[in-house]
């Protein structure tokens, strides 16, 4: 029984405790938030030891795990807490605000050994990694081009008020939804090495972007856009989608679609010449318990799982994090630079 | 229950498997009209129990039917509550504390406020019951023999194992609403365990029930030894696994088990709706036949 707890119980970290909980491997021992309305209905209807103080949590409860899912501005401290006392780490998205700091966590947990984890879900999604595979395989050749998109309905009228709003805090739709693109970008295709152009706008909000659009070039070379909306309410909930180009054919996958096209009868097992559709559904594992997704109980079991040593702690490292920090620091002041 | 129900995810988008036919079908019912169009054809194929989630839309389609109360005396909604993207919506806009203050109505939770957080950790129940409350005033005037918990909510709790709140809002459904309770879940096995340690027997509970063993969390036997060995009221949906199974092979298999009651589904189109119940009738009819030579 792998002993875990949770810091911040907003809606990530809430649906984080439900998996876990329903987790034959992992015994919650305590979850940390200031908010009392929270933290008091969990204390009146769960077997979860609450606490304002996750300090005290941590001296208490001495989980051998922590799930972070606390603002973004307080990840590089309440990890480097974390990782200091020996406690292997699974935060969510993104990783770090300030670069340096990100850099110094990713040397301090190789130095300690543990298991490391940010919740870049996408990862987990059956229809991305079989993208993934069809590309490291060399299926569509050479690759020329990409379009990483994604779109939502999170801000779309002028009303806000919460850290989501501000840019101190981690808020605006280039670490909230392009962040997820560019990791997606960085794994499935190749590492994003340039920014060549970007403009950032915002639609509703007044202190934030509420959309990203970016020239980038990726490892290859391979050129690329990046094209980030949060205020789209013509999609119901986010949706996020790659199209890639190369030499041998082209894909373009979602979340629950995969659609291939290959110029030749060179493709894998299963594919022939010309379109292939696969769905989600037959590239999907199922899961043991299900709450809102595949991949969300799926990353959370690949972590208990890395921490008992039964899968290599690969997928969705502080290290692949940090690369996307990265990026997103580039599009930023990229950003800044041409368009103040 | 009727043994077919009527499903709304084809009015609001909701496709499991492919984006673009989600996009067509939200173009196809952009107008409320269409959406009553398609339960009237619904209804002339015999299918008189539409189940939907609480979708601002919904209210809409509540007043036109209420407005024709002759047409739909026999007709029955099985609400299933609530509409959760509205809610996570709110909650990454405004937080908890924001969108429980914008969904509740009046001046209440502003009230409990004032009284500090003694009282208010008394009374979360009776949040939940003006929350309910709230989402069931489309319905007025429309029976609605059952009411559902969707499945987010429900395995959000599961997983939480917060219990009492399953009780308490089965009781809230039978004693306001004089209705029958039911749930909808992606866990049928696991739920089952924790509604009945709380006393809750035979309930009815909705879940992926298909095939291919799409969503059925825990495992497919796992689900099929539950349905042969346990008492409750299935709902069968995701039938055809997000169009992943042939229509009538996909019912055939749903209707050869035991406990399934009800197979929920949802379509467009008049021959779609048409073709799909005739494949239940028909299997039906197959397998009660099967049965009478067995048991005679």
Same mark, same amino acid.
Not at chain 1, 222 to 231: A, K, P, T
Not at chain 1, 233 to 241: D, N, P
């Given at each position: 029984? /792998?002993?875990?707890?949770?810091?911040?119980?907003?809606?990530?970290?809430?649906?984080?405790?439900?998996?876990?909980? !329903?987790?034959?491997?992992?015994?919650?021992?305590?979850?940390?938030?200031?908010?009392?309305?929270?933290?008091?209905?969990?204390?009146?209807?769960?077997?979860?030891?609450?606490?304002?103080?996750?300090?005290?949590?941590?001296?208490?409860?001495?989980?051998? !795990? %922590? $799930?972070?899912?606390?603002?973004?501005?307080?990840?590089?401290?309440?990890?480097?807490?974390?990782?200091?006392?020996?406690?292997? %780490?699974?935060?969510?998205?993104? $990783?770090?605000?300030?670069?340096?700091?990100?850099?110094?966590?990713?040397?301090?947990?190789?130095?300690? +050994?543990?298991?490391?984890?940010?919740?870049?879900?996408?990862? $987990?999604?059956?229809?991305?990694?079989?993208?993934?595979?069809?590309?490291?395989?060399?299926?569509?050749?050479?690759?020329?081009?990409?379009?990483?998109?994604?779109?939502?309905?999170?801000?779309?009228?002028?009303?806000?008020?919460?850290?989501?709003?501000?840019?101190?805090?981690?808020? +605006?739709?280039?670490?909230?939804?392009?962040?997820?693109?560019?990791?997606?970008?960085?794994?499935?295709?190749?590492? /994003?090495?340039?920014?060549?152009?970007?403009?950032?706008?915002?639609?509703?909000?007044?202190?934030?972007?509420?959309? %990203?659009?970016?020239?980038?070039?990726?490892?290859?070379?391979?050129?690329?856009?990046?094209?980030?909306?949060?205020?789209?309410?013509?999609?119901?909930?986010?949706?996020?989608? /790659?199209?890639?180009?190369?030499?041998?054919?082209?894909?373009?996958?979602?979340?629950?679609?995969?659609?291939?096209?290959?110029?030749?009868?060179?493709?894998?097992?299963?594919?022939?010449?010309?379109?292939?559709?696969?769905?989600?559904?037959?590239?999907?594992?199922?899961?043991?318990?299900?709450?809102?997704?595949?991949?969300?109980?799926?990353?959370?079991?690949? $972590? /208990?799982?890395?921490?008992?040593?039964?899968?290599?702690?690969?997928?969705?490292?502080?290290?692949?994090?940090?690369?996307?920090?990265?990026?997103?620091?580039?599009?930023?002041?990229?950003?800044?630079?041409?368009?103040? | 229950?009727?043994?077919?129900?009527?499903?709304?995810?084809?009015?609001?988008?909701?496709?499991? &498997?492919?984006?673009?036919?989600?996009?067509?079908?939200?173009?196809?019912?952009?107008?409320?009209?269409?959406?009553?169009?398609?339960?009237?054809?619904?209804?002339?194929?015999?299918?008189?129990?539409?189940?939907?989630?609480?979708?601002?839309?919904?209210?809409?389609?509540?007043?036109?039917?209420?407005?024709?109360?002759?047409? *739909?005396?026999?007709?029955?909604? *099985?609400?299933?509550?609530? @509409?959760?993207?509205? @809610?996570?919506?709110?909650?990454?806009?405004?937080?908890?504390?924001?969108?429980?203050?914008?969904? &509740?109505?009046?001046?209440?939770?502003?009230?409990?406020?004032?009284?500090?957080?003694?009282?208010?950790?008394?009374?979360?129940?009776?949040?939940? #019951?003006?929350?309910?409350?709230?989402?069931?005033?489309?319905?007025?005037?429309?029976?609605?023999?059952?009411?559902?918990?969707?499945?987010?909510?429900?395995?959000?709790?599961?997983?939480?194992?917060?219990?009492?709140?399953?009780?308490? @809002?089965?009781?809230?459904?039978?004693?306001? *609403?004089?209705?029958?309770?039911?749930?909808?879940?992606?866990?049928?096995?696991?739920?089952?365990?924790?509604?009945?340690?709380?006393?809750?027997?035979?309930?009815?509970?909705?879940?992926?029930?298909?095939?291919?063993?799409?969503?059925?969390?825990?495992?497919? #036997?796992? @689900?099929?030894?539950?349905?042969?060995?346990?008492?409750?009221?299935?709902?069968?949906?995701?039938?055809?696994?997000?169009?992943? &199974?042939?229509?009538? #092979?996909?019912?055939? *298999?749903?209707?050869?088990?035991?406990?399934? #009651?009800?197979?929920?589904?949802?379509?467009?189109?008049?021959?779609?709706?048409?073709?799909?119940?005739?494949? &239940?009738?028909?299997?039906?009819?197959?397998?009660?036949?099967?049965?009478?030579?067995?048991?005679?």
């Amino acid at each position: 029984m /792998i002993k875990c707890a949770l810091i911040g119980a907003g809606k990530m970290g809430i649906s984080h405790l439900s998996i876990l909980g !329903a987790h034959p491997d992992a015994k919650v021992v305590g979850v940390a938030d200031n908010t009392r309305v929270v933290t008091d209905v969990l204390q009146k209807y769960t077997t979860f030891p609450c606490y304002t103080d996750y300090r005290k949590m941590l001296e208490v409860a001495k989980p051998d !795990a %922590v $799930f972070v899912a606390a603002p973004t501005k307080y990840h590089s401290q309440f990890v480097n807490e974390l990782v200091s006392r020996g406690i292997h %780490v699974f935060v969510e998205k993104p $990783f770090c605000l300030n670069l340096q700091e990100g850099k110094e966590l990713v040397k301090l947990v190789k130095h300690k +050994g543990l298991i490391n984890q940010v919740g870049y879900h996408n990862k $987990f999604i059956g229809t991305f990694r079989e993208a993934k595979s069809i590309i490291k395989s060399k299926y569509l050749g050479t690759l020329q081009h990409f379009v990483g998109e994604s779109y939502g309905p999170v801000v779309i009228r002028k009303k806000q008020n919460n850290w989501r709003s501000s840019p101190e805090e981690g808020g +605006g739709c280039l670490l909230d939804y392009a962040s997820h693109v560019i990791d997606l970008i960085n794994d499935v295709i190749s590492p /994003i090495t340039r920014i060549n152009g970007c403009i950032m706008k915002s639609l509703y909000s007044t202190s934030v972007e509420d959309s %990203v659009y970016s020239l980038l070039e990726a490892e290859g070379p391979v050129s690329g856009v990046l094209s980030v909306n949060w205020s789209d309410e013509t999609f119901r909930k986010m949706s996020t989608s /790659i199209t890639i180009i190369g030499s041998n054919g082209k894909i373009i996958s979602d979340a629950s679609e995969l659609k291939v096209y290959f110029k030749s009868d060179n493709c894998p097992p299963g594919y022939s010449k010309g379109w292939n559709i696969r769905y989600v559904t037959d590239l999907t594992e199922a899961v043991d318990f299900y709450l809102r997704g595949e991949e969300y109980s799926a990353q959370v079991d690949y $972590f /208990i799982r890395a921490v008992k040593g039964e899968v290599p702690n690969i997928i969705n490292t502080f290290e692949s994090a940090l690369l996307t920090d990265s990026i997103v620091g580039q599009i930023k002041r990229y950003s800044n630079q041409y368009h103040g | 229950m009727d043994r077919i129900l009527f499903g709304d995810n084809q009015f609001f988008s909701v496709n499991h &498997i492919s984006d673009e036919k989600s996009r067509a079908q939200s173009i196809k019912f952009k107008d409320d009209r269409a959406i009553l169009n398609t339960i009237d054809i619904a209804i002339n194929e015999g299918l008189g129990t539409f189940m939907c989630t609480t979708h601002d839309r919904i209210a809409r389609i509540c007043d036109l039917i209420r407005q024709k109360p002759s047409a *739909y005396q026999d007709f029955r909604i *099985y609400p299933c509550m609530p @509409y959760a993207h509205k @809610y996570a919506n709110s909650v990454t806009e405004l937080g908890v504390i924001g969108t429980i203050q914008q969904y &509740i109505p009046g001046g209440f939770f502003s009230s409990l406020f004032k009284g500090g957080t003694a009282i208010l950790s008394k009374d979360y129940t009776s949040i939940m #019951e003006l929350m309910i409350d709230a989402e069931m005033k489309m319905f007025k005037g429309i029976d609605t023999p059952v009411i559902f918990l969707q499945n987010v909510v429900t395995d959000l709790l599961l997983g939480l194992n917060m219990k009492e709140v399953f009780l308490a @809002y089965y009781d809230y459904i039978i004693r306001k *609403y004089n209705a029958e309770p039911g749930f909808i879940t992606m866990n049928l096995p696991k739920l089952l365990d924790t509604l009945e340690s709380v006393g809750i027997k035979n309930p009815i509970i909705c879940s992926s029930i298909n095939k291919i063993g799409f969503r059925m969390s825990g495992g497919q #036997e796992l @689900y099929e030894h539950t349905l042969k060995t346990r008492k409750l009221r299935a709902i069968a949906m995701q039938v055809l696994a997000g169009g992943a &199974i042939p229509a009538k #092979e996909a019912v055939e *298999y749903v209707c050869m088990l035991p406990n399934v #009651e009800s197979i929920l589904f949802g379509a467009s189109s008049k021959q779609n709706i048409s073709e799909t119940s005739a494949f &239940i009738r028909e299997a039906d009819k197959l397998y009660s036949q099967k049965e009478t030579l067995l048991t005679s």
